[in-house]
């Protein structure tokens, strides 16, 4: 495919997005913002057809689709005549387009363009509607019940930018675990692992690579865990679950974390775009690794913490942390709230951070809130061209209608949390209680008013 790329100051892109967005039967509105080797173009320098073009301290490149690819088809089909146009130089015939008199539209054909990522530049575009519905499904999540003080910590618009960076991921990576019962078999709570199940049949039915990423000593438990899901139907398929470090006896260093996330330790191939931890306890500050009283359970912990390190530096590879305390992984982005306004804050709080931090009152709320937000961006019409770069057709979301988290299938995944003996992070209860919360009382209003939000009932 050729494009056609222009500089564009970036106070302006919502406006040229708008615009362009009225006009499908030309250009149309644009189909990459940012990075051009995103998109497989190593350099603006590099050799191209038609003028330069001079960039100005702030814009930022937009490409649109160029009629120019049509060219060679034209070529190739040996025509008589066939009229066309050069690059730079546009063929204007005599016939009018039609061309709405007014941009002016209703918050479902109004494009919103969000930055996702300073390094590499990239953007991503949806709806007014598809936008204002995430920010709702996000303000629900932030239900404290548990009166921790995880306000506090919420970063406004921040599942916006998540989900719309997920989107655009072919493989992602999710990792959990909060080994809190120290004296039960197993040690892991039910938060967690239920919000990574929510998210991998969301990704699953995206399309999408999805693998988890675990402790050696809890590989076996998870991969029972997941195969239980498979068989239940909440997972259309099986989900490889991977151990790091790995279990050949190999020391776990940055070489190691090197290998894991790329191809031959090449930082330009990436395994993974994208890596998620929901309730992962984090690394504090003296490098143990605490529960909300400060109990040190760093015995019961690996160092899944170096691949959130090693990926923060990889510019192809984005990270999201959820959590509900502070002393996740990936709350080190909000980790000087955390010593403000989380008791023990200064002593749990993780220090390692997350290109993307996302809080809710319980975490598996906050897995729950993002299969939700991919669900609602794909059947955006203006995120789904863009996320296709106009090529291809619409998905059909009646086959994703079924990854929308609900209160039918998140009983089944308890069922199977219970199987598996993982109980209650508060009181170790084995039973539907989660964080100390009824499951059919306070769980099930969160999930109504996710769906609601969704129009699913």
């Given at each position: 495919?050729f494009?056609?790329?222009?500089p564009?100051p970036?106070d ?23 990075d051009?080797a ?18 100005q301290?702030?814009d930022v ?5 160029c ?15 066939a009229?066309t ?7 204007v ?19 919103k363009?969000?930055?996702i ?9 949806a ?5 204002d ?10 239900a ?5 003080g ?9 599942l ?20 809190c ?6 040690p892991?709570?039910?938060?967690g ?14 399309g ?15 991969r ?7 068989q ?7 989900v ?5 470090p790995?279990?050949?006896?190999t ?7 090197l ?17 998620v ?7 504090a500050?003296?490098?143990?690794y ?6 040190d359970?760093?015995s ?17 590879i ?8 502070g002393?996740?992984l ?12 989380i ?9 390692v951070?997350?290109d993307?931090?996302?809080t809710?009152?319980?975490s ?20 789904d ?21 609900s ?7 308890m ?18 209680v989660?964080d100390?919360?009824?499951?059919a009382s ?7 008013t ?8």
């Amino acid at each position: 495919m050729f494009l056609t790329m222009r500089p564009v100051p970036k106070d302006k892109l919502d406006v040229v997005y708008r615009i362009t967005h009225h006009m499908p039967d030309v250009h149309g509105a644009p189909i990459h913002i940012g990075d051009p080797a995103t998109i497989g173009i190593p350099s603006l320098t590099a050799e191209h057809l038609g003028g330069d073009v001079q960039f100005q301290p702030g814009d930022v490149p937009v490409f649109w689709c160029c009629g120019v690819t049509t060219m060679p088809a034209v070529k190739s089909a040996k025509s008589s005549l066939a009229f066309t146009h050069s690059p730079g130089c546009m063929y204007v015939a005599d016939v009018m387009a039609t061309v709405p008199t007014t941009t002016t539209s209703s918050p479902a054909e109004t494009p919103k363009v969000v930055q996702i990522s300073q390094e590499p530049l990239l953007y991503s575009a949806a709806s007014e509607l598809a936008a204002d519905q995430i920010q709702r499904l996000e303000k629900a999540v932030q239900a404290d019940p548990g009166k921790r003080g995880i306000g506090h910590l919420h970063i406004p618009g921040e599942l916006l930018r998540c989900v719309l960076a997920m989107s655009h991921a072919s493989s992602v990576a999710v990792t959990t675990g909060f080994p809190c019962h120290t004296e039960l078999t197993p040690p892991e709570e039910n938060d967690g692992p239920p919000g990574a199940v929510a998210m991998a049949a969301m990704l699953q039915a995206l399309g999408k690579q999805v693998t988890m990423v675990m402790d050696a000593s809890r590989l076996q438990l998870m991969r029972d865990i997941v195969e239980d899901c498979v068989q239940a139907g909440i997972l259309k398929e099986s989900v490889a679950v991977l151990p790091y470090p790995p279990t050949d006896g190999t020391a776990p260093d940055r070489e190691v974390a090197l290998q894991f996330l790329t191809h031959d330790g090449d930082l330009s191939r990436p395994r993974y775009d994208h890596l998620v931890a929901i309730e992962r306890v984090g690394r504090a500050a003296d490098g143990t690794y605490r529960t909300m009283k400060a109990k040190d359970i760093s015995s019961l912990v690996g160092p899944i913490d170096q691949l959130f390190d090693l990926a923060n530096e990889i510019p192809g590879i984005k990270t999201t942390g959820i959590g509900d305390g502070g002393n996740e992984l990936g709350m080190g982005t909000v980790q000087d709230k955390v010593h403000q306004f989380i008791t023990n804050g200064p002593d749990i709080a993780c220090t390692v951070p997350a290109d993307y931090t996302i809080t809710a009152g319980v975490s598996n709320w906050g897995g729950w809130a993002i299969a939700a937000a991919l669900y609602v961006l794909r059947a955006c019409p203006i995120h789904d061209r863009y996320h296709r770069r106009a090529v291809g057709f619409p998905r059909d979301l009646a086959k994703l209608r079924g990854a929308v988290p609900s209160m039918e299938t998140e009983e089944k995944v308890m069922s199977i949390m219970i199987k598996h003996g993982l109980r209650d992070g508060m009181t170790a209860e084995l039973g539907l209680v989660v964080d100390g919360l009824q499951f059919a009382s306070e769980h099930a209003q969160i999930m109504k008013t996710l769906r609601s939000i969704l129009g699913l009932d």
